[in-house]
C-alpha cells in the first residue's frame, strides 16, 4: 500500500515564526499536493508538485511557499506563521502524469494540526 | 466552472439502518466524480470514483453512489449503516485535468447512533 507520512502530526508555533510541514511518499509517485482543511470548507488546494523542483500553486497559495528536492518529499513552507494558518494541513500524492491529473485517486497522509498563537 | 454541493453538514442514523448523503455538482463537461471518507485522526481515504463509465458505482465499505446526470447529483448510500462508518465524508468534483480543478465539499459528518 501506498504510505504518505506527514512527520508531524500536532505542532505548535508562534506568530512570525518559520514553519515547516514535512511529507514523504513511499510509491515514487510524480505529484504531490499540499491542502489546508477548515471546519466548513472542505479541503483547499495551497500547491501541488508534479516533478522534482516543478510547483504550482493552488487555490490558496498567499503565505505559502513549498519545495520538492527529492520524488520523495514535499515541503510547506510557512514563511512567518500568522493567527489565520492555524488549520489542519493534508498532503497527498498520485501518480498518474500530469495530462491526467483529476481523473484518478489521491492518497493522503494523515494530517498535521497546526496551531499557532 | 465547476462546484460541488455537499446538502447536509451532519447526518445522523441508527446502526442498521440506510445511509443517504447527498451531493450536487456543477460543471461545464463531463465530470469526474469521487467519495473520499475521513475516519477520526486519518488521512481521507477514497470510497469511490465515477469516471463515465457505468452510472451506479460500488465502492468499498458496501458503500455506492449513482450519477444522475438530469439531477447532477451524485449521492452516496449504504443499505445498513456500520458503527465504523462514522467519519467525514467529502464529495469531489473534477471536470478538466490538472490539480487546480479538483474542488472538495465541504464534508457531511455521519454519526451513527447504537
Known amino acids: 500500500d501506498v504510505k504518505v507520512t506527514q512527520s508531524s502530526r500536532y505542532l505548535v508555533k508562534r506568530t512570525g515564526e518559520k514553519v515547516f510541514l514535512e511529507c514523504v511518499q513511499d510509491m515514487d509517485h510524480e505529484n504531490m499536493f499540499w491542502y489546508r482543511q477548515d471546519p466548513g470548507l472542505g479541503l483547499r488546494l495551497i500547491y501541488f508538485s508534479y516533478d522534482v523542483k516543478m510547483k504550482e500553486k493552488g487555490d490558496i497559495p498567499e503565505g505559502y511557499s513549498v519545495s520538492r528536492e527529492k520524488k520523495e518529499r514535499f515541503s510547506l513552507i510557512l514563511e512567518s506563521a500568522s493567527t489565520n494558518q492555524t488549520s489542519m494541513y493534508l498532503c497527498a500524492s498520485s501518480s498518474l502524469p500530469r495530462a491526467y491529473l483529476g481523473s484518478e485517486k489521491l492518497f493522503f497522509g494523515s494530517g498535521t494540526q497546526l496551531s499557532v498563537l | 466552472a465547476q462546484s460541488v454541493t455537499q446538502l447536509d453538514s451532519h447526518v445522523s442514523v441508527s446502526e442498521g439502518t440506510p445511509v443517504l448523503l447527498r451531493c450536487n455538482y456543477s460543471s461545464s463537461y463531463s465530470p469526474s466524480l469521487f467519495w473520499y471518507v475521513q475516519h477520526p485522526n486519518k488521512g481521507l481515504q477514497l470510497l469511490l470514483k465515477y469516471t463515465s463509465a457505468a452510472t451506479l458505482v460500488k465502492g468499498i465499505n458496501g458503500f455506492e453512489a449513482e450519477f444522475k446526470k438530469s439531477e447532477t447529483s451524485f449521492h452516496l448510500t449504504k443499505p445498513s449503516a456500520h458503527m465504523s462508518d462514522a467519519a467525514e465524508y467529502f464529495c469531489?468534483?473534477?471536470?478538466?485535468?490538472?490539480?487546480?480543478?479538483?474542488?472538495f465539499g465541504t464534508g457531511t459528518r455521519l454519526t451513527v447512533i447504537p
Open positions: 469531489v468534483v473534477s471536470d478538466i485535468s490538472g490539480a487546480n480543478n479538483l474542488f
